[in-house]
């Protein structure tokens, strides 16, 4: 086996696919061939058998605890990534007659919307939209009566964060695909949380939909079967082969986080890390953040160079300091470190000193 210390491993700000806990990798390196004494890898081996059963409870039961779910909630293990959800959200929870609220936030939750006016009846809750979305709204607006109240916990291109849930609002639905697992989460009115893996939890190919069991009854019969949430939740996520290798890889980086000492410890990790690029934005300078300070995400940090010009040439530099995958998302430029569980403090402290630099020969 190669020796791991002599491999090259960039800084990767990537925001998806992202950053894994390197001892996450060299644990799954270690086992690729023979899964503890299988003679298998897991990408070999039978859906079916026990030696994966282990597997796929050991992922459902790690998230069972490290988010505090009750057995009012289904966790599923699906594929498809959150886009589908924006399917099968409305298909199986907005009944005929009712419609439900969307907060707009961004892109994502702009897509959300479009599917589920697709599906059925929708209204917009909140949006911050005129300010080119650079907060979460605090004007809300939610119907009482509405099936659900659906928001994006996490902005992973416009860089906010919702800093806590509203309350007032009929069960929410949160798209929480890049912050997942990266703080607590309070569960009050939560009605349901997906996810795609690829940020803070494993390899692309895995989507977590958690779901409270009382909006299972409200599912319209005749659905396509592996869009209706209940053929999975009756069959242990195992209705037909799951994404196998990616539920293992999320149960090793479930394991890591338990380790750590879970979703508090996260939280204070990652608010550490984030104040490390947010205090340097503060400074000036050359720098300035694109979103509001009560807004800012502690996952993807939005920033442009007061003279913008100067981006490609922060990018190419950064990117010959091994600093990459930090070029804001298309449709909006600028910068974006996206700085998920995985990212480690030492990488971001290599960030910060290379802003300074870059600053000293370039501001
Ligand atoms: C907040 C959010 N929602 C949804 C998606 C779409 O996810 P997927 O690619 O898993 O369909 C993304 C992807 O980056 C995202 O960041």
Redesign the pocket.
């Known amino acids: 086996m190669p020796d791991s210390s002599a491999i090259r491993r960039v800084h990767n700000f990537s925001?998806?696919p992202a950053t894994l806990p390197k001892s996450v990798l060299e644990r799954a390196q270690a086992e690729l061939l023979d899964y503890r004494g299988s003679g298998q890898s897991v990408m070999e081996m039978s859906h079916r058998s026990p030696v994966y059963d282990g597997i796929h409870r050991g992922l459902i039961d790690s998230l069972r605890r490290l988010l505090g779910l009750s057995a009012e909630y289904e966790v599923l293990l699906l594929q498809g990534?959150?886009?589908l959800q924006f399917s099968m959200v409305p298909m199986n929870l907005l009944p005929a007659g009712q419609s439900a609220d969307y907060v707009i936030t961004g892109t994502?939750s702009k897509k959300a919307l479009a599917e589920a006016e697709k599906v059925g009846s929708v209204r917009v809750a909140g949006t911050s939209a005129p300010t080119s979305f650079d907060r979460i709204p605090n004007a809300l607006d939610p119907d009482p009566e509405a099936a659900y109240f659906h928001l994006?916990t996490?902005?992973?291109i416009a860089g906010t964060q919702w800093a806590r849930l509203p309350s007032g609002t009929a069960p929410l639905i949160l798209?929480a695909?890049?912050d997942i697992l990266s703080r607590p989460l309070d569960l009050t009115n939560v009605g349901m949380i997906y996810a795609?893996a690829?940020k803070n939890l494993g390899p692309a190919g895995l989507?977590l939909a958690i779901v409270r069991r009382d909006l299972l009854d409200r599912i319209p019969d005749g659905l396509p079967t592996m869009l209706d949430y209940r053929t999975q939740a009756g069959k242990g996520s195992l209705y037909n082969t799951p994404p196998c290798w990616a539920i293992y890889v999320a149960g090793l980086a479930c394991e890591w986080i338990e380790g750590l000492g879970g979703l508090e410890a996260m939280e204070t990790r990652n608010r550490g890390k984030a104040d490390l690029i947010y205090s340097r934005l503060d400074r000036g300078g050359i720098y300035r953040g694109t979103v509001q300070t009560e807004s800012r995400s502690l996952m993807n940090i939005t920033f442009r160079l007061t003279d913008t010009t100067l981006e490609p040439r922060f990018l190419e530099e950064a990117a010959d300091a091994d600093l990459v995958n930090l070029k804001g998302h298309r449709s909006v430029g600028g910068i974006r470190a996206s700085l998920y569980n995985a990212m480690p403090n030492s990488s971001v402290k290599e960030l910060a000193s290379f802003m300074d630099d870059f600053e000293r020969s370039h501001g």
């Open positions: 925001a998806g990534g959150a886009s994502w994006t996490n902005n992973t798209d695909s890049s795609g690829q989507t």
